[in-house]
């Protein structure tokens, strides 16, 4: 059974920090490069950064570039998103899949694999 794990979310203040992890289970992230996503209910999904295999190449989306970093270790089978300077337009369910899909610029960025594995989320909420 393939689950894709998030975890870390809570309540922050703006200007906070979180850390996110995607744990996966049942599925080997290696050789696939990894997407985090977010969405607010009612809105459609948007995707936020990805991270190729190695962890050497991310893009990211305009909205969180230059705030969040995404991160993988292989070994364990974990992909971190560090997200600073958290703002309350950033309030939304946090979650990772198996495909990246996100525009930076007038550029959209995908990549899948035709495995539609996607985690529950972690619930993000940033508000004074």
């Known amino acids: 059974d393939v689950q894709l794990q998030a975890s870390g979310g809570g309540v922050v203040q703006p200007g906070g920090s979180l850390r996110l992890s995607c744990t996966a289970t049942?599925?080997?992230?290696?050789?696939?490069?990894i997407g985090w996503f977010r969405q607010v209910s009612g809105k459609e999904r948007e995707g936020i950064a990805c991270v190729g295999e190695g962890g050497d190449n991310t893009y990211y989306a305009d909205s969180v570039k230059g705030r969040f970093t995404a991160s993988r270790d292989n070994a364990k089978n974990i992909v971190y998103l560090q997200m600073n300077n958290l703002q309350p337009e950033d309030t939304a369910n946090y979650y990772c899949?198996?495909?990246?899909?996100?525009?930076?610029?007038?550029?959209?960025?995908?990549?899948?694999?035709?495995?539609?594995?996607w985690g529950k989320g972690t619930l993000v909420t940033v508000s004074s």
């Open positions: 899949g198996s495909q990246c899909g996100l525009y930076y610029g007038s550029t959209y960025y995908n990549r899948y694999y035709g495995k539609d594995y």
């Open positions: 049942g599925f080997n992230i290696d050789g696939y490069e």
